[in-house]
């Protein structure tokens, strides 16, 4: 059985990282920052001695050894969990399929609806993800350029400048209907269909991100950008919608406002392959690819049925 780290795991936490290998997942900003690491055994020991922060961590320990280390909560809502980071021992992967599986237990007691997790392709952790009940949605790409000088230099200066505003709370309707339109439906029914759980599931760069919309001639929302900046480099993620298609090119380049000569990354879904041609044309290469996966915990009823009930 998994339990909570506890502050007296911190011991155990610098003899698991002498015998531990990389982690097995990562979170969206794990990923553009170069993929799963080594066990950071200063991070988990404060963790472990954090009133709060504790509570979203777990061990598998036997005998007093721990042998594998799960940090996983919530998205953006409840209803969405995500599986942030494992880390095994290297004589002990069978674990993380004990560690994927007993993760529900807690995770549907908060309320989450559906567990979210981002594994490297072709790893062993893949056939323990679909055994725990784990399976595909889509996968990503994440695409990297030394710096932006290069792209920019190359898109040239837009006819027309875009009319970018940041995005706001009312936006979300808006936002989820462009989601809805630019989706397969084959990813929506598995990562969720109500607005609810959209905004419960979306990823975020870092609380200091910057988001940007375009406003279309009709009224709806053409694009959105997330772009983050710091002393490692520029990060940024963009979705559009296909009225907005033509504009792909000044998108990106709003996209890579910021950046300077800092390193830059995005990821790519492979149902967007348009900006995946755009980026290797512009001199970015193509870093990682991931699998994004879903354990789901709750069905919503589709059809209501009517029953007998006895009343005492």
């Known amino acids: 059985m998994i339990r909570h780290l506890h502050p007296t795991d911190s011991p155990g936490l610098l003899q698991f990282s002498q015998s531990s290998g990389r982690g097995e997942t990562c979170t ?13 055994t200063v991070k988990y020991a404060t963790i472990a001695l954090s009133p709060r922060a504790w509570q979203s961590c777990w061990v598998e320990a036997r005998r007093g050894r721990i042998d594998g280390v799960l940090r996983a909560g919530p998205r953006s809502g409840p209803q969405a969990w995500e599986v942030g980071e494992l880390y095994l021992r290297n004589t002990k992967s069978e674990l993380a399929l004990d560690l994927l599986e007993q993760i529900a237990v807690p995770a549907g007691g908060a309320g989450a609806h559906r567990i979210f997790i981002r594994i490297p392709t072709n790893t062993d952790l893949l056939d323990y993800a679909r055994k725990a009940g784990y399976v595909p949605i889509y996968r990503e790409s994440v695409f990297v350029a030394e710096t932006a000088t290069t792209a920019l230099s190359k898109l040239g200066i837009p006819d027309h400048p875009l009319q970018l505003r940041p995005r706001i709370e009312a936006d979300d309707h808006a936002l989820f209907k462009m989601h809805n ?9 598995k990562s969720g269909q109500t607005l609810n759980d959209w905004s419960a599931s979306n990823e975020r760069l870092s609380r200091k991100t910057g988001e940007w919309v375009l406003d279309l001639p009709n009224g709806e929302i053409g694009a959105l950008i997330r772009r983050n900046s710091t ?41 967007r392959p348009a900006l995946s041609h755009l980026l290797v044309t512009l001199g970015f290469t193509e870093q990682t690819q991931y699998e994004i996966m879903v354990k789901p915990l709750a069905h919503q009823v589709t059809e209501a049925q009517k029953a007998f009930a006895a009343i005492s």
């Open 231 to 271: 002393r490692s480099g520029h990060t940024f993620t963009l979705n559009w919608a296909t009225q907005a298609g033509s504009e792909l090119p000044g998108l990106l380049a709003a996209s890579l406002a910021e950046s300077k000569d800092a390193q830059v990354s995005t990821i790519v879904p492979e149902y």
């Open 28 to 40: 969206l900003v794990g990923a553009l920052q170069g993929g799963p690491s080594g066990f950071p």
């Open 181 to 189: 339109t630019e989706t397969p439906i084959e990813v929506r029914m």
